[in-house]
C-alpha cells in the first residue's frame, strides 16, 4: 500500500493515477465533514470536490515536516468551509410553497437554531471557527487541533469553551428556557 507521501511524490510528477489514490484515499471522510457542515448533498459533492481541487493545486507547498498530510488537508477543507459561510447567502422559499411534514414546527425551531448557530459561528475570527468545525464536525479532540494549528491545547480548548459561553449566553441555556415553560 503506498503512503499518502509516496503518493503525494507521484502526484508531483505527474502520475494521474497517484492523484487518483490520494483523493480516493479522503474522499469519503472529507465528504462527510462537509455534508455536516452545509447539510445538503449536491453542495457537500461540490465542496469536496473545491477542497480536493485546491489540495492537488497547492500540493507543492505540503510540508510534512510540520504536519502530516490528513491534518493539512482537513486544515484547506475547514478554511474553503469557512470562506463558503462568508459568501453563501441563504435562498428564500415562501412557506406556503413548501410541502410541511406534521413535525415541522419542530424540525423548523431546530434549523433556525442551527441556523443561528452557524451565522454566530461565522462571526468568530477563522482560528476559533477551524476549531469548532474541526472538534464539532469533524470530531478531533482537542490534542489533535492543537496539533493541526500548531497551538497549545489549553489555548485550543480555551477558545472551544469561551465560544460555547458565548453561545450560552447569546441563545440561553435550555434548562432555563424550558424550566419556564
Known sequence: MDTDNNLIRGTLRGSRTDADA????????????????LGDKDEAMDMTQDIFIAVLGSLKGYDKRKSSFRTWLY???????????????????????????????KRLEQSAFLSEIENAVAETDAETQQIFRLHLYGGYAFPEIAAMLHRPESAVKSRYYRLLKQFRKEFGDDKDTHAES
Request: charged fraction near 35%.
Open 22 to 37: 490520494l483523493v480516493s484515499r479522503y474522499y469519503d471522510e472529507i465528504y462527510v465533514f462537509s455534508y455536516r457542515q
Open 75 to 105: 486544515r484547506i477543507a475547514t478554511n474553503k468551509i469557512i470562506d463558503w459561510r462568508r459568501k453563501s447567502r441563504p435562498v428564500i422559499v415562501p412557506l406556503d410553497e413548501l410541502e410541511l411534514p406534521s413535525d415541522f414546527d
